[in-house]
């Protein structure tokens, strides 16, 4: 019995010293990947809109010339209660008219105060460009026991329904206590490495964490476009695109991401 209790004794006594010795990234980049499943997402178009010109032949030729995924780069700069996401520069050379649609490309460039629940988010649709300032985007999340390892940190899964019918799919790190994410997802106890939006056929990982100090520069406020919120820009949207029938519903599902 003794021996036993010596044993459990050393045991809590590892277990608190590493607990004292965790280290706590507060702050910090992080670069992210955002995939779009176009062959997916073409097949789907030909499902919803059967008389446009996706046909079956347009379909396979498309697969022939172009890969799957299209990938695009993005940063995420934090420092305690502040997250900045900027796009890196699209490297990918593609004449494709695949990608013209609005959820194959990245439109935003925001910063998150997390602890005033507000964002700047300079937002490019099509030929405009609109800053929009406005409360956090809230997501009701529900954790699960689900865990996986992101980019070296160990994630715990979230699930989450936006827009009324998309689902989300998060995976957050209780070792970077900053409750922010890649472009609007936020809200959870961690740092948000993952997303995915299986029925939109997108997601967002993170490929490097680099634990280092920012600069309170780096936080960079976007000043580029029309000032409005986001139920003005929906309006906006919507008197836009009045004409262009389903269409219009998959821009601004877009636009609100």
Known sequence: MKLKYAILMLICTINYAMAQNARFVT?????????INIYAL???????????????QALEQYQKNNP??????????????????????????SNSWASNFASAKQNNIILTNLKTATSINQKSVYEETYLVKDSTRKINWKITDEFRT?????????????????YVVAFYTESI????????????????????????HITWFATTVKDIE?????????????????????EILKGALKD??????????????
């Open 27 to 35: 702050q910090g980049t992080i670069e992210f990947e955002k995939k």
């Open 42 to 56: 073409l097949k789907d178009q030909a499902k919803r809109y059967p008389d446009n010109f996706w046909s079956a």
């Open 68 to 93: 799957q995924f299209k990938t695009l780069k993005s940063e995420l700069i934090f420092k305690n209660d502040q997250t900045f996401f900027n796009p890196l520069a699209d490297e990918s050379v």
């Open 150 to 166: 992101i980019a070296g940190y160990d994630c715990r899964r979230a699930n989450a329904l936006i827009m009324d019918s998309i």
């Open 177 to 200: 206590p900053v409750s922010g994410g890649p472009e609007t997802f936020s809200g959870l106890p961690g740092m948000i490495l993952g997303v995915a939006l299986p029925r939109e």
């Open 214 to 234: 920012v600069a309170d520069a780096k936080l960079k406020i976007p000043s580029k476009g029309k000032p409005v919120n986001k139920k003005q820009l929906s």
């Open 244 to 257: 262009w029938g389903n269409y219009a519903s998959d821009i601004l599902k877009a636009a609100d991401m």
